[in-house]
């Protein structure tokens, strides 16, 4: 029974959240709207055309407009009485040829498909599961919400960690470990290369030990890598008895078909659970469908010896059930239909069935709020992770599934959450993240306590180099990152360098390095609302050029804008063909979270005479954040390609970036950009 005043707390926050997601809902439809993607768009033709990492690529036949489709974009695509989730790949306006990648396999063809790319209905979605909650509170944990949110004071103490699997934690990993496992509640501050994901795992192990505990995060990324660790650490028994289960996966990676929800439902089925599979298996000699090929989960099908495909798709126990039910109904065959109904409720009763037994799920924030298998469950322990990117209607509907402590690890000095409006709800309860909101940071962004007991602190870290650490220490984290053993070794030359040295006209790049375009004189064009600067691009693809020759093949180059970003791909691809590095990527920031790279070249695209908006903090609150990610982002070298002068000219004197740069002048190397310096000078 909970008491009146936690119930009153509860059902205000509620309200609050909810009328956030509302401003947001109306914010992204008005962007909808903006780029006639407000309603489905009917596709003439559709079809399979191959794989793409771990889904499939569709391309379809869009019908005339002119719709302001983008890649990454996502997509719903509705094809036969049946719908997937997807992702643009690419969009040709002229042509009207969308590539979509969807999870799922839908068909060789997909003609009179619909695509839908309104996102709201997930907001939806989740405003309806924080209604559920407010309504019947007595099937919650309002408790954990309002401790999670600071409106309850924690519990905070020690206790020591059981499992073997903790033992390789360094002394801050410990440390933070300890108080995780003591207290109700617990934020942990880990800034780059300190370690998050492997504290979370091992935290996830150590706290599965009491009760089920939930792993929860924004983005796939995040999870899966918490999803790898764990199948690495874990006890062989809890991955054999599918004791862990992530729900869902990145399309840019392959499952693992130990912890993989997918995996573990077909190894179910299989063994006969249910009586799915004889079911499906006389489905499929009555309605003449061939049975699936033995492969990979969820793939199209596997190769035959000659490199051909084999006819019949490597199903999911769902698609495979899906495929025979829109059989049974294009045939009017009303038996096998009704049949195939029920065993598809078996087969999520199975999925849940699998989910009751785990003793860690993992999933994202999103899949948390739609999926029904994990609907009704119910968990001891929330670990939250990439907690700066956590939306807090997603942590409110999180933690009220959850009757124990709320942990959340991240970095609120990284990207916050993404949010289109500016609405003041929406502001206050969207764009707010959970260390800001515990108030263990204020909006100053003046940095936690060392003594806070609410707040532990990874300050180890093993990514950067001394000098990019030092650099990142000293503009965002206080001076208080220190450096690895394993790093400090290789400063003072007891581990030999990856590559050799990048020399550019005659001067040789450090572990910072500005490349200096002034004396280009670049300009800046507007492209479908964002910006390109061509002569930046330029620089960038020498650069790129020079730094493969000298053996260095993992390589990132980000920028703040999208416009820029295509054409820096397109550019350094066609300039380097064959020659260009194996591990490129070219990214905007915003994508860039979570990775790293050995080479990180920062393209700051802006220039005089126009003043740039996106660059000055005073106008762009999240700009030292993004200028944080980019940076930290980066092993053994960085390079910030910039018109050192014309900021100076456009940005204030006290700028975040002319501050940096002017840093960077005076400890570490600045070249001039030019096309003779970059291919003759060396």
Known sequence: MQAPDSLESLWLLLADLRVAIDEEIEAVAADLSRRRLDRPIPALSGRLRGDAGTGHRYTFQVAGGTYDIRADDRVRIHAGGREALGTVHRFDRTLGLLQAVSPEWLGERLDGAELEFDPTWLLRELSQRLVEVGRDPEDFFPDTVLGAFGRRPPSLGRESARLESSDDLNEPQRDALERVLGSSAQLVWGPPGTGKSRLVARAALELAVRGRVLVAATTNGAVDEIARRLASVADPVMLGRDRIIRVGFDLGAAPDTRIDLGAVLARRIEGGAGGVDRTLAEHEARLGARPPAAGREGRPGARAPDGGREEAPVLSPYARAGRLLALARTRN????????????????????????????????????????????????????????????????????????????????????????????????????????????????????????????????????????????????????????????????????????????????????????????????????????????????????????????????????????????????RRRLGRAAPANLEVSTIHRFQGREKRLVIIDTVDAPPGRSWFLDERRNRDFPRLLNVALSRARERLVIVATVAGLRRTLPREALLNRLLAHVEQSGTRIDAAPADLWHGR
């Open 333 to 572: 065959d009303a038996e096998s239909a009704r049949t195939l109904g029920r065993a598809m409720l078996e087969i999520a009763r199975q999925a849940e069935l699998a989910l009751e037994e785990a003793a860690i799920v993992l999933t994202t924030f999103a899949r948390l709020s739609i999926r029904e298998e994990l609907r009704e469950l119910r968990f001891e322990s929330l670990l939250i992770d990439e907690a700066s990117t956590a939306p807090l209607p997603y942590v409110a509907l999180a933690a009220s599934r959850v009757a124990g402590p709320a942990i959340a690890v991240g970095d609120f000095q990284q990207l916050p959450p993404v949010v289109s409006s500016t609405a003041p709800a929406a502001v206050r309860w969207l764009r707010t993240d959970l260390f800001r909101e515990a108030g263990v940071v204020d909006e100053t962004a003046s940095l936690p306590s060392p003594n806070d007991g609410l707040c532990a602190m990874l300050d180890l870290q093993y990514r950067m180099v001394p000098d990019i650490r030092q650099l990142v220490s000293e503009f965002f984290y206080g001076g208080r990152l220190r450096d690895a053993p394993e790093i400090t070794e290789r400063a003072a030359g007891r581990a030999a360098p990856a590559t050799g040295p990048t020399t550019v006209g005659g001067t040789t790049a450090g572990a910072v390095t500005v490349l200096d375009t002034s004396g280009l004189d670049p300009r800046v064009e507007r492209v479908d609302g964002s910006r390109r600067n061509r002569t930046h691009a330029e620089a960038v693809a020498d650069f790129v050029g020079v730094a493969a020759r000298d053996g260095i093949d993992d390589i990132a180059v980000v920028s703040p804008y999208r416009a820029q970003t295509r054409h820096l791909s397109d550019l350094v």
